[in-house]
């Protein structure tokens, strides 16, 4: 997983992002200043920099600029101005989030700059299992094994949000889409053919009236 440096002068958020960050496998150092970021930046290498923009001592534009490099950063600010959106995007952030934000879209905006400049993963691995994100195939103790297209999204969701519980209407807004006519019980019936092709059945844990969560030890 990706190593995260996260610049946000507020602890508790600071310490929310990074314990959301830590439960899907990234690893993560927190600074709490602009010119804290050189200094960690000095000392060690990063995949990507979530940065606020209200910070003491240099701000999160001030940041970016002086940056040599080329990592990529997310703004997470409570600016959320147009003009404010587009100084930041056109100084070459890669995305741009507005606080409040909901965690799990932060980790979905996150894999997806991850996925872009090509420091996310492409494998998992979980005992005998092996899931090929890119080239979309799961293989069980060497073996290619099928699985539905909505199937697969579900394994991807799981594993992207390991450890997190996702409810079932979350899940069918993943492996469906926002205009699938059915209810939940489809959900159940694809998590128990997983569970059943995997030998997931202490793995994919049901969560009491909330879902499903993939359990993976760190």
């Known amino acids: 997983m990706a190593r995260i440096l996260i610049v946000e002068d507020d602890k508790p958020i600071n310490t929310l992002i990074k314990k959301n960050l830590e439960l899907v496998g990234h690893s993560c150092a927190s600074v709490f200043d602009g010119e804290a970021v050189f200094d960690a930046l000095e000392k060690e290498a990063f995949d990507l920099i979530l940065l606020d923009i209200m910070l003491p001592k240099l701000d999160g534009f001030q940041v970016i600029q002086e940056m040599s490099e080329d990592i990529p950063v997310i703004f997470l600010t409570a600016r959320g101005a147009v003009q404010d959106r587009i100084t930041g995007l056109n100084l070459g952030a890669d ?42 195939q799961v293989f069980f103790k060497g073996e290619l094994i099928d699985f539905a297209p909505q199937e697969f999204l579900l394994i991807e969701a799981l594993i992207k949000n390991r ?22 019980r489809t959900v159940d019936v694809h998590i128990h053919n997983i569970r059943k092709k995997l030998c997931w059945e202490d793995v994919v844990r049901t969560v009491y009236k909330v879902g499903y969560r993939l359990e993976v030890k760190k």
Request: net charge negative; hydrophobic share 40%; aromatic share 10%.
């Open 163 to 184: 450890n997190i519980a996702l409810s079932r209407d979350k899940l069918l807004e993943i492996a469906w889409g926002y205009d699938y006519g059915g209810d939940t």
């Open 95 to 136: 995305d741009y989030i507005v606080k409040p934000f909901d965690m799990m879209e932060m980790q979905a905006r996150v894999e997806s700059v991850l996925r872009r400049t090509n420091k996310a993963d492409k494998l998992f691995e979980l005992g005998g299992v092996k899931v090929d994100l890119s080239g979309r």
